[in-house]
């Protein structure tokens, strides 16, 4: 299973772009990327997955680049309520299933 | 669409004692996964469950187990609890089950042992 390094922590104000890195180094060729969002004493959330090149919702972009050995989770013109902790994971089919790691995780903090 | 249910929400048990806990995934999903989740250890991954098999488990001891019903509906049993497993569990569930679908996360229970 890939492990994912990510920064501990980091801070922003409202209306900034955010850019959140993970590093995948052991990334497999079946694995996708996948972001979540976590509020205390809440469930992750889903953010946005990807596979390769770039990604975009409504609420953020990934950019992969053509190694896939990282990859960057943008949010645009965060707020006050984007104040969380975003998860990089990644796996793939062939791990027959979930078997999900979690890493620690980057805690966003956004001033006013 | 009614999203992932969890039961109880809050839990105060004893040391020695054991824990039922249970979770309804969304309708037409057939993964469940369990997580617990602490603020030294993080989020850690128990096991998921896929057509009512165990398909997945994490690096927890025996004491902690689950089961998956017909209806995907999934429970989580602690044994012999421990000061040590206090924690908000989590459950998630998801369409197939394999890498690269989305899970979507229940609210959680939050079981302290005292």
């Known amino acids: 299973l890939a492990k994912t390094t990510q920064p501990i922590s980091m801070d922003s104000y409202e209306g900034q772009e955010v850019n959140i890195t993970c590093s995948h180094n052991n990334i497999a060729t079946n694995d996708y990327i996948t972001w979540y969002q976590q509020f205390p004493s809440q469930g992750p959330r889903f953010i946005i997955q990807g596979y390769k090149t770039k990604v975009t919702n409504e609420v953020a972009s990934l950019f992969i680049p053509a190694d896939r050995k990282s990859s960057t989770l943008s949010l645009p013109r965060v707020s006050l309520s984007d104040t969380a902790v975003y998860y990089c994971?990644?796996?793939?089919?062939?791990?027959?299933?979930?078997?999900?790691?979690f890493g620690a995780g980057t805690r966003l903090f956004v001033k006013a | 669409k009614a999203g992932v249910t969890q039961t109880p929400r809050y839990l105060i048990k004893t040391r020695g004692q054991q824990v039922t806990l249970s979770c309804s995934p969304i309708?037409?999903?057939?993964?469940v996964s369990w997580y617990q989740q602490t603020p030294g250890q993080g989020l850690q991954f128990l096991f998921e469950y896929f057509s009512e098999t165990q398909r997945n488990k994490g690096n927890f001891p025996g004491r902690f187990s689950g089961r998956q019903f017909s209806n995907s509906r999934s429970e989580m049993n602690v044994s012999t609890l421990e000061l040590g497993d206090s924690a908000l569990y989590l459950c998630?569930?998801?369409?197939?089950?394999?890498?690269?679908?989305?899970?979507?996360f229940g609210p959680g229970t939050r079981l302290t042992v005292l």
């Open positions: 998630a569930s998801s369409l197939v089950g394999v890498g690269g679908n989305e899970q979507f």
């Open positions: 994971l990644v796996g793939g089919p062939n791990t027959g299933g979930f078997k999900t790691i």
């Open positions: 309708s037409g999903h057939r993964s």
